[in-house]
């Protein structure tokens, strides 16, 4: 089972980035995707998260309105699309997957995890 985290990148701030998480492996079509981000030297926080159908979704209160997590149109993809990036948004991102909704803001409710992908907004 493996998870691939990709898109991330250099960034004026206000700019956008989309981020895709793509699964082999296994189905991951009823497990529900968050992404992570961890800045250097500290710890890794919740971004967003969304269910299995794609018809709940849950976000940090920092990335509220800026940023949008879906599934897309194939079934072991998922996309974090960031807009009006912020210098603060600078962090390796992860996506990861769990076979729960509930507690999806808990990074230790997830079962498998990507490698990370850098996201730097520069001001």
């Known amino acids: 089972v493996q998870l691939q985290a990709s898109g991330g990148g250099l960034v004026q701030a206000g700019g956008s980035l989309r981020l895709s998480c793509a699964a082999s492996?296994?189905?991951?079509?009823?497990?529900?995707m968050g992404w992570f981000r961890q800045a250097p030297g500290q710890e890794r926080y919740f971004v967003a998260a969304?269910?299995?159908?794609?018809?709940?979704?849950d976000y940090a209160d920092s990335v509220k309105g800026r940023f949008t997590i879906d599934r897309g149109n194939a079934v072991n993809t998922g996309y974090l699309q960031m807009n009006s990036l912020k210098p603060e948004d600078t962090a390796v991102y992860y996506c990861?997957?769990?076979?729960?909704?509930?507690?999806?803001?808990?990074?230790?409710?997830?079962?498998?995890w990507g490698q990370g992908t850098l996201v730097t907004v520069s001001s």
């Open positions: 492996g296994r189905t991951f079509s009823t497990y529900t």
């Open positions: 990861a997957v769990t076979s729960r909704w509930y507690g999806a803001q808990q990074s230790g409710r997830y079962d498998y």
């Open positions: 969304i269910s299995w159908s794609g018809g709940s979704t």
